[in-house]
C-alpha cells in the first residue's frame, strides 16, 4: 500500500467513526471572526475546554476589537490568569487587536502569510481561522495530529512545518479539515499519549506504529 493509498484508507475509517461534521471546538461569534483568532491564541497549551469557559465572559466585557486594543494588559492577564501562559498572550492579543485595526482595517485576513504577520500567530493558530472561517482546506498540526499521523506512518517529520507539508502531499485536499478534527479527537478518545489504547482502536489494521507500541 503506497502512503496515498494508506491516507485515503485512514481517511474512510475516521470518516465512518467519527463523522463529517465541520465542527469547531472553540466557541466564538461568527459575525466577530477575530474571535476565533483569540481564542486560538488561548488555546496553546490549554485545553478547548477552559478557553471557552474563559472566552464566555471575555467576549462580553470586551465585545469589539478596539477593546481589546485598548485593554490594560495587567487588567487583561487578571482576566485570562487560568489559561496558562497569560501574560505573553495578554500582550499579543491587545497587540493582535492594534495590528488588525492598524493594518487590516479592523478585517480578519485570510491569507496565511498575512495572518502568521499577526503577533502571537503561527501557522497552526493561522490554519484554524483558515479552515473554519475562510473555508480554506488547510491542516492544522497539533500534538495530537503529529503522533497520530506519525504511528499511521503518513509522516516520519516531527517538526510541525514539515509534518503539515507531508500531510499536504498525502491526503486527499477535501479531507484536510476533517482529517484535523478526527485525528485530535483520535488523540484525546483513543491513541492518547502515552497509554494509547491500541485494543480499541479503529486504525488498528493500518497502524504501522502498532507494532513499535506493543513492543
Known amino acids: 500500500m503506497t502512503k496515498k493509498q494508506l491516507a485515503v484508507e485512514v481517511c474512510k475509517i475516521l470518516n ?20 476565533l483568532l ?26 469589539e476589537l478596539e477593546d481589546f486594543a485598548n485593554a490594560d494588559v495587567k487588567e487583561l492577564e487578571r482576566d485570562i490568569y487560568s489559561i496558562g501562559f497569560y501574560r505573553n ?16 482595517n479592523g478585517e480578519l485576513p485570510s491569507d496565511i502569510d498575512d495572518l502568521t504577520s499577526l503577533p502571537g500567530v503561527g501557522r497552526k493558530t493561522a490554519n484554524v481561522v483558515r479552515g473554519h472561517v475562510f473555508n480554506i482546506d ?25 509534518v503539515e507539508v507531508d500531510l499536504m502531499k498525502t491526503l486527499p485536499k477535501n479531507q484536510w479539515i476533517l482529517y484535523n478534527l478526527q485525528s485530535i479527537a483520535h488523540g484525546r478518545k483513543i491513541c492518547v499519549s502515552g497509554r494509547p ?7 488498528g489494521d493500518v497502524c504501522k506504529g502498532k507494532k513499535e507500541i506493543k513492543k
Open 38 to 63: 483569540f481564542a486560538t491564541i488561548l488555546s496553546a497549551q490549554c485545553t478547548d475546554d477552559r478557553v471557552n469557559m474563559v472566552t464566555k465572559d471575555l467576549f462580553v466585557k470586551y465585545p
Open 138 to 162: 488547510s491542516i492544522v498540526v497539533d500534538t495530537h495530529v503529529k503522533r497520530v499521523s506519525k504511528l499511521l506512518g503518513l509522516t516520519k517529520e516531527t517538526d510541525p512545518t514539515k
Open 89 to 104: 498572550k495578554a500582550k499579543n492579543i491587545i497587540a493582535c487587536a492594534d495590528t488588525l485595526l492598524r493594518d487590516f
Open 197 to 203: 489504547r491500541c485494543s480499541e482502536c479503529c486504525l
Open 16 to 35: 465512518k467513526e467519527y463523522g463529517t461534521d465541520l465542527r469547531c471546538y472553540l466557541q466564538y461569534d461568527e459575525s466577530k471572526p477575530w474571535q
